[in-house]
């Protein structure tokens, strides 16, 4: 019972952001890429608030799998390095904690582009 | 027909979206990734990997999926249907790095591929690295908002 009723938060939580983001597409003049750059901005803003974290506690991947969860990271990731390595660490926290799922984009990203011919456009 | 007569046509034409459904599938198909997701957490968890490997793993995971769907078309349809559900998990992240790097390829390797995967990778990078930095000068220098 408590296994499935956080797996239920998991959903809400993640069906929830996402509907918020649909409501802005659909709703204002927002374009996808800003909403994900609005997105990932408000994830760095939530860890600089010091709310990510107990979010990240009780929602699991319904916060961390939005890319609220890659800005949350983010800011988290400076704060840890902040308190080792003095104002440095302001520079290198946050690509350090988003390290994996930048390469991981970029790197299989790159190895589509070259494995796969575009595809061709369906209207 | 200028750009905006184009715009104000094409809008007449679409009619209002209907934004409950569109909100219904994102609902569902958003929430369906964030539940893969955590289902995928507790895999790594049992194979041994500590929470914060675990949650890495999890979104290479989510990335390479999204980036081998994008590559072979699927990933389209599915974010036709779901909207913002497919967009604002990691998925749609990864979706826009691979989609302008497939469609750059006849435009060479460097300023083709090695510019666009960048298109809409790079600013959510920009703003994420500058508001981390932001905050982290304000942290050490001013112990955050002082």
Known sequence: MQSFLSYLWVFLAGGGVCVIAQLLLDLTRLTPARVLVLYVTAGVALGALGLYEPLREVLGCGITVPLLGFGGNVAVGVREA???EGLLGALTGGLRAAAGGTAAAIVFGYLAALIFSG????? | MNRNEYKRLAERRAGRSPVLRNCLAAFLVGGGICLFGEALTGVYLLLGAEEKTAATLVTVTLIFLSALTSALGIFDDLARVAGA???VPV???ANAVVSPALDAKSEGA???VGAKIFTVAG???LYAIL???VYG???SLFGWLA
């Open chain 2, 91 to 93: 998925t749609g992240f």
């Open chain 1, 82 to 84: 902040v308190a080792t």
């Open chain 2, 123 to 125: 600013p959510v990078l």
């Open chain 2, 137 to 139: 000068t304000l942290l």
């Open chain 2, 85 to 87: 559900g497919t967009l």
């Open chain 2, 110 to 112: 460097i300023l083709g």
């Open chain 2, 131 to 133: 508001g981390g930095a």
């Open chain 1, 119 to 123: 595809k061709p456009k369906r209207l």
